[in-house]
Structure formats: structure tokens, C-alpha cells
């Protein structure tokens, strides 16, 4: 399962420009991919910041530490690398890598409806979290759901029995009371 935001006008959220490197034009950027140095496979980027849309080109990249440093077309210098900072870097979501049978990117999983073996509703995944140990459905009650608490479930094989995005429904083996 990759780690990744995705919004209504057909794009994802792959990693954000946090600030400058160097002098040179150069921008460090935190990636969401998994590995990190993933976010440079694509070379054409879309830059978000608020309604701010802006279309750019990798030239090259390259991971130093937990962050990217990436040269952009056309930004030749610190103060236009430093006009890019906090913007999210983007890209279509048809360009995301086909996953094997059983297998989701985040953005696919939230807002499904969760319910139990006997069809008790839960609530929605709001959200994933990333522990280390395995990925975490944040599950927030909706209208219809069995009570109003917010469910942690471990997305596991023992926790998850089924994914049904076409049905917008994740089915799990969960007691109601934890």
C-alpha cells in the first residue's frame, strides 16, 4: 500500500518543495513515495500551492538524506527556487504504476464504508496512518454507523478480509467493542 493524498481534479500529491539548495536554482523536496527517490520516475510535475496551478519539467534529482534535491527547467537561481517553496508536487493519477491484484494505493481506500462480518457499519476511512509495524484505517463514524467512535483497525490480512471498491466497501474481522 503506497502513502498517497489524492484530490478531485484528477491528481495526487506525491511530495512537497520545502526550500532552496544552494544557489544554483536547485529545490529540496519531501517525497511521499516509498522509496523517496520514486517522485523522480516522473518528469513532468504539476506544482499546487492554494489555487495556484503551475506546470514544470524535472530535469534531474538526486536523494540526500530524507529530502530530494531536484533541478527544475527554467529556474535558473535562489530566489526563483525559493518562489517554489510549499508548493505540493503533483502528478495524473492514471501515471501512478499498476498495483498486483489485492493491493490499493491509499487514496483508494478513503471515504469506503466499513463494516463488519455480520454488516455492522463502522463508519468511513477518513484516513491511513504509517506505524512501521502496518498501515492503520482511521475509521470515523458517518450517518448509519453502529455508535460514534472513531476505530483504529490494522490493515492486516487478520483485520481486512476484503476490499470492494466497486461496492465502496472494506469488510473486517473486528469486535465492535474495541
Known amino acids: 500500500m503506497d502513502m498517497t493524498p489524492a484530490s478531485a481534479d484528477g ?3 506525491l511530495g512537497k518543495i520545502t526550500s532552496v539548495h544552494g544557489v544554483r536554482g536547485e529545490v529540496k523536496v519531501y517525497s511521499f513515495t516509498d522509496p523517496i527517490d520514486n517522485l523522480l520516475d516522473y518528469r513532468f ?10 506546470q514544470i519539467e524535472l530535469v534531474r534529482g538526486r536523494p540526500q538524506g530524507r529530502l530530494l534535491v531536484a533541478r527544475l527547467k527554467g529556474i535558473e537561481d535562489r530566489d526563483g527556487a525559493r518562489a517554489l517553496a510549499d508548493f505540493e508536487v503533483c502528478v495524473p493519477i ?4 499498476r498495483l498486483d491484484e489485492g493491493e490499493f494505493y491509499w487514496h483508494q481506500l478513503e471515504g469506503l464504508r ?15 496512518l504509517e506505524t512501521g509495524a502496518n498501515d ?8 448509519g454507523s453502529l455508535d460514534d467512535r472513531e ?6 490480512d487478520q483485520c481486512v478480509l ?8 472494506i469488510r473486517v474481522d473486528w469486535d465492535a467493542d474495541f
Open 136 to 143: 492503520v484505517l482511521v475509521v470515523r463514524p458517518c450517518t
Open 162 to 169: 476484503r476490499v470492494d471498491l466497486a461496492a465502496g466497501e
Open 114 to 128: 466499513v463494516v463488519d462480518r455480520e454488516g455492522r457499519l463502522f463508519g468511513k476511512v477518513d484516513h491511513l
Open 45 to 54: 510535475w504539476t506544482l499546487r500551492r492554494g489555487d495556484e496551478r503551475r
Open 11 to 13: 491528481l495526487i500529491v
Open 94 to 97: 492514471a501515471q501512478l504504476p
Open 151 to 156: 476505530r483504529l483497525l490494522p490493515y492486516t
